[in-house]
């Protein structure tokens, strides 16, 4: 939860006013403003998300913090995992916080979402906090998933995933919508993968299957030029991921700005809850790491690319400039928001590299669901462990 | 006897470890035929394990050539190459990514020649696929899923230990007129490191290799487990003066009964160990086997020391696999039956 800074004592008005923690307005700030967004390009669609959005300054605070978060958490991964304190496979997120902050400005923590494996930063913005995700990255107890699943399989409340096989997330995306709409709660499914997956059969079977029965499911191609090593030019037939759904209305979204990201999934989100079926979104968007911790990422890109986006399109300076550039904050205000971060992620790693593994007997455990515990036979013939669930 | 391949010792050797030998039995491919193709992820740069690295360089971007991520695709794909006459060589990044393509491997590949009376074949198709754990891959990059295919009649599964037989066994498969899938163990990728013969040369499908000749006990296995099982072997000798037959399976689809069979009869003591889990493993299919053919000849129960029947874990790998004590363990208990 945001809360307004302490430093805002030294411009309050008085020290009385220091005891009222939330809804103030500051004489100095601006409390919102208008933009103007990159217009979508949309594909059978009359018409397409708004290109004149207003943000607010708790908004802008919040998308900030969030982003500044999920940037700092995955730099100290990159930290950790060099240090060989996480090992195992690590696939990096920053670059892309606008996608997942953006998407989760336009729907409800009562929505569910599933994406593929590069899903710390969806984790974090689906409720999970930044100590849990590093443990499970270090693999110890107090991950997310109990240390059992690593980088790529974190769960939490409404959000499905972590999923290491590349499309196949997006069958079990749509079975999500399913049964949203079949327990008529207006929520939705949204269902994300990558430029690689979008080349997956199962893929195709799945937009059949939403468009056919109008499930409520919004897809979502997060296209960062790269399925791995290849470029989407050397992979694809064609490169308008927008277009792919054939029979399903695409929206294809500028992934950098997190307003363009929160408009157009506040678009795709109508769409879906009133009733019209699925839609699908493809997010250009960028990666600055690797496709994963063993790969370096500059054998098939420059480096010139690399940083050319860095300092042309990067999420959290754009949304920087927009706020001070209309007197949203201060440069204090939000060196305060990063100083603070740095404690939180520092905290975070901190537990994750000190919290115990989890215990042997989790080996064996959540096989099955098992009502008395179940035998499991193994390395030897005359020992079993036993499974709980 | 012991089983061994034959090449000219005096040709030319260079030093080569697993994936430079795999490099080298592709390169010898496209070199001596023409309609040989290479195709899978990122094969065109070398491969996310170096195994095609120069190929596309010196042999063209028509034969050596990088598919979209679609693996039902690809192996789909390579069996319509294979129909129609090309040496198809298709590469799945990881075994465990294999399952989408099961079906085209189960149901298309193994049955082409079946159904069709053989009027048509997929022979010249060999899948190649990264194999086994390698310390850190946990759920998603360590399974052997052989045990899956064992059970499909119609294709052919085989599991190298090292660089040498990995040139031998691939070129055998690539030759061979049946639908061949080649698992490389990815751990030993850079960590087996042996003399090379440079020409190409075929080790024969089907035939176990006696490692080492013992008379107490027979010690199955095949890629990697191999290794432990020759320290498990030293292991026994030292310390309980027991000697171990140790035989490497090598194709494990259509598998040698009668070399290991035979092996059984004359130590009357049987361990198989894998690294896939023990419920359903290829193990399960060795033991029933020689319970039919030998069973007067057993002098105790025949040991399986796999995985447990757990997913691959992630931290708990270490405990997981079968290590040499595990398999230590398991002989001491079959001296003393």
Avoid at chain 1, 250 to 277: H, P, Q, T, W
Avoid at chain 1, 303 to 316: A, N, W, Y
Avoid at chain 2, 104 to 123: M, P, T
């Amino acid at each position: 939860e945001y809360e307004p800074s302490h430093i805002y004592l030294n411009r309050a008005v008085s020290a009385g006013a220091a005891a009222v923690v939330s809804a103030r307005t500051y004489a100095d700030f601006t409390n919102e403003a208008t933009f103007e967004i990159k217009k979508c390009d949309t594909f059978k669609l009359d018409e397409g998300p708004a290109t004149q959005v207003v943000m607010t300054r708790d908004e802008g605070l919040q998308y900030y913090r969030t982003m500044q978060t999920m940037r700092r958490m995955e730099l100290k991964a990159d930290q950790l995992y060099k240090q060989k304190i996480i090992r195992g496979f690590c696939h990096l997120y920053d670059g892309q916080e606008a996608c997942a902050v953006g998407i989760e400005a336009a729907i409800n923590l009562s929505d569910h979402l599933i994406t593929a494996y590069r899903a710390h930063g969806y984790t974090y913005t689906r409720g999970g906090t930044v100590k849990k995700i590093m443990a499970e990255l270090t693999g110890r107890r107090g991950g997310i998933a109990k240390g059992k699943g690593g980088s790529m399989h974190m769960y939490c409340k409404h959000f499905y995933g972590g999923n290491g096989i590349v499309g196949a997330q997006v069958p079990l995306g749509a079975g999500v919508a399913l049964a949203c709409k079949y327990q008529g709660n207006s929520e939705l499914c949204v269902c994300l993968y990558g430029d690689g997956a979008a080349n997956q059969g199962q893929i195709f079977e799945t937009y059949n299957m939403a468009a056919l029965w109008k499930l409520p499911v919004i897809f979502i191609c997060e296209n960062n030029g790269y399925g791995m090593g290849t470029s989407v030019e050397r992979a694809a037939a064609s490169t308008d991921y927008f277009k792919r759904g054939e029979f399903i209305p695409g929206v294809r979204v500028d992934g950098m700005d997190v307003l363009c990201v929160r408009e157009a999934s506040r678009f795709a989100a109508d769409y879906c809850r009133s009733g019209k079926g699925p839609i699908l979104m493809e997010l250009q968007t960028y990666r600055y790491h690797g496709h994963s911790m063993s790969d370096p990422g500059v054998s098939y890109r420059t480096r010139e690319e690399i940083q050319e986006v860095r300092s042309k399109s990067d999420p959290i300076s754009m949304l920087k400039d927009r706020m001070l550039s209309n007197n949203m904050a201060s440069v204090e205000e939000l060196k305060e928001i990063d100083v603070e971060v740095r404690k939180e992620i520092e905290d975070a790693a901190q537990f994750a590299t000190t919290d115990p593994e989890p215990p042997l007997e989790d080996l064996c455990n959540h096989i099955f669901h098992n009502n008395p515990p179940l035998e499991v036979r193994g390395t030897n013939p005359w020992s079993k462990l036993k499974s709980v669930s | 006897q012991k089983r061994r391949f034959t090449f000219n010792l005096n040709c030319p050797t260079q030093k080569m470890n697993l994936f430079q030998s795999i490099t080298s039995a592709l390169d010898n491919t496209l070199a001596s035929d023409p309609t040989a193709v290479i195709f899978g992820e990122d094969v065109a740069f070398g491969g996310v394990f170096r195994c095609t690295v120069g190929l596309r360089d010196k042999y063209g971007k028509d034969r050596v050539f990088n598919t979209p991520l679609c693996e039902q695709g690809i192996v789909g794909f390579g069996i319509g190459a294979a129909v129609a006459g090309a040496t198809a060589i298709a590469e799945i990044q990881f075994a465990d990514y294999i399952y989408p393509a099961f079906d085209q491997i189960v149901n298309e590949a193994a049955k082409y020649r079946y159904r069709s009376g053989n009027l048509f074949d997929c022979g010249s198709l060999t899948i190649r696929a990264p194999w086994g754990c390698v310390g850190h891959g946990s759920l998603y990059h360590s399974q052997s899923p052989e045990a899956f295919f064992a059970h499909c009649p119609g294709i052919k599964v085989v599991i190298p230990r090292s660089p040498v037989q990995a040139k031998g066994l691939l070129l055998s498969c690539i030759a061979d007129k049946n639908p061949c899938i080649f698992f490389e163990p990815k751990i030993l990728y850079r960590a087996a490191v042996e003399q090379v013969p440079e020409e190409p040369y075929i080790i024969p499908l089907s035939q176990a290799e006696i490692l080492q000749e013992g008379s107490d006990v027979t010690l199955v296995a095949w890629g990697t487990q191999i290794h432990v099982m020759k320290e498990v072997a030293a292991m026994a000798q030292e310390k309980l003066g027991v000697s171990c037959e140790v035989i490497d399976l090598q194709t494990i689809l259509p598998w040698d009964t009668e070399t290991i069979c035979k092996s059984v009869v004359k130590t009357g003591r049987l361990l198989i160990s894998h690294e896939a889990p023990i419920t359903g493993g290829f193990a399960a299919e060795i033991s029933s086997t020689v319970q039919e053919e030998c069973f007067l000849n057993l002098e105790a129960p025949i040991s399986r020391v796999c995985g447990y029947d757990t997913p691959f874990p992630h931290i708990f790998e270490p405990f997981y696999i079968p290590d040499k004590w595990k398999c230590f363990e398991a002989i001491k208990k079959m001296i003393n039956y």
